[in-house]
């Protein structure tokens, strides 16, 4: 299968909100988002996944989430094999950036782009002197795709807070309540995030649009 810039952002949007199951008689990979705020997204996302890999995608409301399926045998193949990311439950705390991606920039971006649609978020806080002070955050369980994905873009000039590991209350999200973020602050973090790697999202896009 061809690894190109659209399906290293569909790794990405995999890594961040998706999972691959496989076993002797099911191959399954799905992505997982909210209702409102995805629901362009998402069809983005079938678009990319119809063009690649040839198949058809439907999103759909599950469990008060919308949820987005593929079957496929050679993909999940791919996916676990040649770029070997984790399958099953412990995908979540050790999935990376796959090798053939994260020293390639024109697809690291890509990936990067993808992990921020899902598990980034895009806001605002109040500062003296600045009513608006923007920031990008990441959040992940996996300590390794943190320190990973914080190298990346400090690689590429972008000004990285420091990682900090935290306990969320949701138990069913995260293994064992500990997470980890790390955010890009400031108004010309946002405009370089922009400019150079983007958002796919349109949700997020658009907040951070609001921003510069």
């Known amino acids: 299968m061809v690894l190109n810039q659209n399906v290293a952002e569909l790794v990405g949007a995999l890594i961040g909100d998706g ?4 076993n002797n008689r099911k191959y399954q990979i799905g992505f997982v988002g909210h209702p409102i705020t995805d629901k362009e997204y998402f069809e983005h996302l079938r ?19 919308l949820r987005m399926v593929i079957n496929s045998k050679e993909i999940v193949n791919f996916l676990i094999e040649d770029l070997l990311i984790p399958y099953g439950k412990i995908k979540s705390k050790t999935v990376i950036i796959p090798e053939q991606i994260k020293n390639n920039w024109d697809l690291a971006k890509h990936t990067i782009r993808g992990i921020a649609d899902t598990d980034g978020s895009v806001f605002a806080v109040p500062k003296p002197r600045v009513k608006k ?16 994905t914080k190298a990346i873009l400090e690689e590429r000039g972008f000004r990285v807070a420091k990682i900090w590991q935290f306990k969320s209350k949701f138990k069913s999200k995260f ?18 995030w922009v400019n150079e790697i983007g958002f796919s ?6 907040r951070a649009l609001s921003y510069i």
Do not use: C, D, H
């Open 201 to 206: 999202n349109p949700y997020k896009l658009q």
């Open 47 to 65: 678009v990319l996944i119809l063009k690649e890999w040839n198949k058809e995608a439907k999103p759909v409301m599950r469990e008060r989430a």
């Open 133 to 148: 002070y923007p920031s990008i955050e990441i959040t992940t369980i996996s300590k390794i795709l943190a320190e990973q």
């Open 175 to 192: 293994s064992e309540n500990v997470g980890y973020r790390f955010g890009l602050n400031g108004k010309e973090n946002v405009e370089k």
């Open 19 to 22: 999972y691959i199951y496989r």
